[in-house]
């Protein structure tokens, strides 16, 4: 089930449009991220949702869930209910392009910005059934040296809150999965969603949204049957230019032989007509030409 395609009333913290709108709470994120990532915040200086980088005119861009930072920190929350197939590649992508945004002209590379990637998954994105999985870096060849780039990976499996240990994250996992929060985290973020339900301007947005998101769909499928039809004509006539050769070539060839033929049968009348030892009805019969055609033959 895509985004957008719930009703207001059914969605829940998994899913992105609601994750977003209660993350707006900086007491609900700093909470979230000291929880999840084990670090402490002392205050947010940005926080936005949906919130997009360009950082040239001709790569691709991204539209980060939740984007955060503090004085010295780069924080990207995501919301992931499905499709994992690319996420470490993704969140590789997300940490180039927020460390390009983040970095000016001139500024030092020991300077660049901690940057922490946060996936939290519904669902086991790696299908090894751990309710957290950390990146860390190191080199192959010895453990003496650490390799510490300032870049954090951290995926999150709700659906096996039951395994994790730490008692506030396994509450927070419990409530993304779908069952009743405990602790006061996973409660103010579900007291966070009610009041949202509650914002008839939040629906309408949701409703805006849904309504262009079908437009869309509608339009996709109109630009693809077009398409469709396009490309089955051309095809179709593609395929008849190739039979038609075939059946030309074909037919060229029988009626090359045929002529060869007559013309064969007609210099074979000639000659007997010049001998004068055949009638008109022989020679017919022996060329199998037309007596008509025979007689006209002899006048010339």
Known sequence: MGQ??????????????????????????????????????????????????????????????????DSSRVFNIEMQAG???????????????SDVATTKRRTKFRDIKETFILFICKDDPFGEGLPRYTKETGFLET?????????????????????????????????????KPDRELGCKMEKAVCAAKEKSYLEDEYMYFSDVLEEEKEEAHEIGLAEGREAGLAEGREVG??????????????????????EARRETAERLIQMNVLTAEQISTVTKLPLEEILQLAEQ
């Open 143 to 179: 453990d003496a040296v650490s390799y510490d780039d300032k870049s954090h990976n951290v995926f999150y499996n709700c659906s096996a809150w039951q395994k994790e240990k730490d008692p506030e994250v396994q509450d927070v996992l419990k409530f993304i999965h779908g069952l």
């Open 4 to 69: 957008f395609s719930k009703k207001f009333e059914d969605l829940t913290i998994a899913d992105n449009f609601m994750f977003c709108k209660v993350m707006q709470n900086e007491e609900i994120c700093r909470g979230v991220l000291e929880v999840l990532l084990g670090i402490k915040v002392e205050r947010i200086d940005y926080l936005r949702t949906e919130n997009p980088i360009e950082n040239f005119y001709d790569a691709r861009g991204v539209r980060l869930d939740v984007y955060v930072k």
């Open 241 to 262: 230019l190739v039979e038609g050769r075939k059946v030309g070539l074909v037919e060229g060839r029988e009626t090359g032989r045929e002529l060869g033929l007559v």
């Open 83 to 97: 499709n994992y197939r690319d996420i470490l590649l993704r969140a590789r992508y997300y940490l180039s392009s």
